[in-house]
């Protein structure tokens, strides 16, 4: 059987990427390697309205916990400041069953899909990608395709098949730990940000409502900044503080360090978090993997037509992704190293300097009078501010 495009990885990015291409006219087929789309879950479920708008999505009440219209970041010596900046504003969606439905979009749109399908190697025609090997629940297979598109997650096997570098060095990534939790006192609207080294060196502790005292309780740190403990380890003590049940528990690894140096070749594109599109500073990988899910798809419907999929032609994905998005993920990845090198007493001091300030209409000059207490931060943001 030949597909115009393989897409392997049936998440967000996967399934995006899948349906963009079968609405563009092409044959799909998106393999997803675990038994269930959407499990297990790895992911907090924060997605803002821009997400909803630039995807075209509904957010439907299926898949929708509840509206997120305000954001708090707590210091570690007690320092709050919360926003109600409209670019918060958001859902807190169920991941289990929005990837499904996502899924199923694709499947509607005309894609084959198969779950319980783990790619397992690349077929090659003259240097030149040109399928899949695939063990599925009925056998092995191998399926030809003009494109591949890999959106397989960090350390992105098939992208290495194909010779890209998308390997994530240990220092790279924030290693993540979430419960989802019952009980809890919790503002329905308002998701809770914590930083500092009790909380989460060089990350932070979220909690993201989900209605009803449910809630999603997570840290993510860089293990090679934070000595021998890792996330679980500041979330139980957070947590056992809490007195809340925990319903569920899953782990998981965002790549924080920007994106990789190359994200197509010869008949292959990677997408989402096999790319490092993730944003460096919240970690937040949603709405970034659905903008490039989008191009990719429209990049390979350009490539079939015009019977061009060599890494040339399709290096027209890899420009346009980065003019969209590469600026903003530069400017997080900054921002982050700032927060990194921050003690506690400056972290808590630098939210204290912004009580009672409106954050919607913060600008620079204000900002720049908050910090000229802070000439070394100061300092370190001078070409960004
Ligand atoms: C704990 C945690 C909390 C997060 N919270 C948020 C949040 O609140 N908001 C936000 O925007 N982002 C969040 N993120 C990041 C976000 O989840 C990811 O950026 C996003 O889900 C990436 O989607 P993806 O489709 O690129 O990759 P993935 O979700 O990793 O999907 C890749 C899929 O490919 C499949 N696969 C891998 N190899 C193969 C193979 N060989 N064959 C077939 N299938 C294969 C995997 O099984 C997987 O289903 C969080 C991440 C973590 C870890």
């Given at each position: 059987m030949k597909y115009d495009v393989v897409v392997v990885g049936g998440r967000v990015a996967g399934s995006i990427a899948a349906y963009?291409?079968?609405e563009n006219g092409l044959r799909?087929?998106?393999l997803e390697g675990n038994p269930e789309i959407g499990t297990p879950v790895q992911c907090a479920g924060g997605v803002s309205d821009s997400f909803f708008k630039s995807t075209g999505i509904k957010p439907l009440p299926e898949f929708t916990c509840t509206r997120i219209n305000a954001a708090a970041i707590n210091g570690p010596h007690g320092a709050r400041i919360t926003t109600r900046n409209p670019i918060i504003s958001g859902y807190i969606i169920e991941r289990k069953i929005f990837d499904k439905y996502l899924a199923l979009r694709a499947a509607?749109?005309?894609?084959?899909?198969?779950?319980?399908?783990?790619?397992?190697?690349?077929?090659?025609?003259?240097?030149?990608?040109?399928g899949v090997k695939f063990r599925g629940p009925d056998g092995t297979h191998e399926v030809e395709s003009d494109i591949v598109?890999?959106?397989?997650?960090?350390?992105?096997?098939?992208?290495?098949?194909?010779?890209?570098?998308?390997?994530?060095?240990?220092?790279?990534?924030?290693s993540c730990a979430q419960y989802e939790v019952a009980g809890l006192d919790v503002?329905?609207?308002?998701?809770?940000?914590?930083f500092g080294s009790t909380f989460a060196p060089s990350g932070y502790l979220w909690i993201f409502p989900k209605g009803d005292g449910r809630a999603n309780v997570g840290v993510g740190v860089r293990r090679t900044r934070c000595s021998d403990?890792?996330?679980?380890?500041?979330?139980?003590?957070?947590?056992?503080?809490?007195?809340?049940?925990?319903?569920?528990?899953?782990?998981?690894?965002?790549?924080?360090?920007?994106?990789i140096g190359r994200t197509c070749t010869d008949g292959l594109l990677v997408v989402g978090d096999a790319a490092g599109q993730?944003?460096?500073?919240?970690?937040?990988?949603i709405?970034?993997?659905a903008e490039c899910a989008m191009i990719a798809a429209d990049v390979a419907t350009d490539a079939i037509e015009s019977q061009r999929t060599d890494s040339g032609f399709l290096s027209n994905y890899e420009s346009t992704w980065r003019d969209r998005i590469g600026k903003n993920l530069d400017r997080s990845l900054k921002f982050r190293k700032v927060l990194d090198s921050l003690s506690d007493d400056e972290l808590d001091a630098l939210i204290r300097s912004f009580d009672g300030k409106d954050l919607n209409s913060i600008s620079k000059i204000s900002l720049l009078k908050v910090l000229r207490y802070y000439p070394r931060i100061l300092k370190m943001l001078k070409n960004m501010l």
């Open positions: 963009h291409a079968a799909v087929l998106m509607e749109a005309g894609a084959d899909v198969s779950a319980g399908s783990r790619v397992k190697d690349l077929i090659f025609h003259d240097g030149s990608v040109s598109i890999a959106a397989d997650g960090i350390q992105s096997g098939v992208g290495r098949m194909a010779g890209l570098d998308t390997r994530f060095r240990p220092g790279e990534l924030c503002d329905d609207e308002t998701m809770e940000f914590y403990n890792g996330p679980l380890h500041y979330l139980n003590s957070f947590i056992s503080r809490a007195g809340c049940s925990r319903l569920e528990f899953n782990a998981g690894a965002v790549p924080v360090a920007g994106p993730v944003d460096p500073l919240t970690g937040g990988g709405h970034i993997a």
